[in-house]
């Protein structure tokens, strides 16, 4: 089993959320290549689509290590950030062993908030967020490696207001659908193969999004809005 691309990725994926249609959904994508499966997923579900920006928090002398994660938080109802806007989680036992200062983690996390807003306004091109509140946040993504960006996105998702919060990606780990399930209600993943070095490998045309075509995608749909397709969820 191997896709084509993302978009047939996110049909696919669609023939195993169909039960989601009347669930109140809000699809939710993990940028960038988790936008062209959400868009897919959200339009076979008639449901509105938006993006959920993650940020990770890096070592300071080793910045793919991560001592923890940011990611877009509650809104109001009209979609603006409440409070901080921000949820937050920091590995306490990364920083600890690594003897991190304070002040080298609030650096960072200032950093990375400030790259977070600047993707999340480019990327939605001036749209409000979707509020969650009272509905299904369904966590899309291309596919899961380890789980932990994944599995703050979920998180992030519920401390937004999600009555429920489901991941749905078209491949992944069977280790990462396990780390994933821990803070999710469901987890829909039609293909887990154990020997997966890659999430690219699943796919024939693993190509980089660029932020314009990612824009585009985003734009065509309507991020506040629905998507509408004539193919029946089968």
Not at 60 to 85: D, F, K, N, V
Not at 118 to 147: H, K, N, Q, Y
């Amino acid at each position: 089993m191997r896709y084509a691309t993302r978009e047939e990725a996110g049909r696919r994926l669609a023939r195993s959320a169909g039960h989601l249609r009347d669930a109140d959904p809000v699809v939710l994508a993990l940028p960038r290549g988790g936008i062209p499966v959400a868009r897919e997923l959200a339009a076979a579900l008639d449901a509105p689509l938006d993006v959920l920006v993650v940020r990770k928090l890096g070592v300071p002398w080793h910045p793919e290590l991560a001592m923890g994660a940011i990611a877009e938080g509650p809104t109001t109802e009209s979609g603006e950030a409440a409070g901080e806007g921000v949820f937050r989680v920091l590995n306490e036992d990364v920083i600890r062993r690594g003897r991190i200062a304070p002040e080298s983690v609030d650096n960072i996390e200032r950093r990375e908030l400030a790259e977070l807003a600047r993707r999340a306004d480019f990327l939605r091109a001036g749209r409000a967020r979707v509020p969650l509140a009272g509905r299904t946040a369904v966590v899309v993504d291309d596919g899961v490696a380890t789980g932990a960006t994944a599995a703050v996105a979920c998180l992030a998702a519920r401390a937004s207001g999600a009555d429920r919060v489901v991941l749905a990606v078209p491949v992944a780990s069977p280790e990462a659908l396990r780390r994933v399930g821990r803070v999710a209600d469901e987890v829909i993943c039609p293909w887990t193969p154990v020997d997966t070095d890659s999430v690219g490998a699943a796919y024939k045309d693993f190509h980089q999004l660029g932020d314009d075509e990612a824009v585009r995608l985003l734009r065509d749909t309507g991020t506040s809005g629905t998507g509408k397709t004539d193919e029946t969820i089968r």
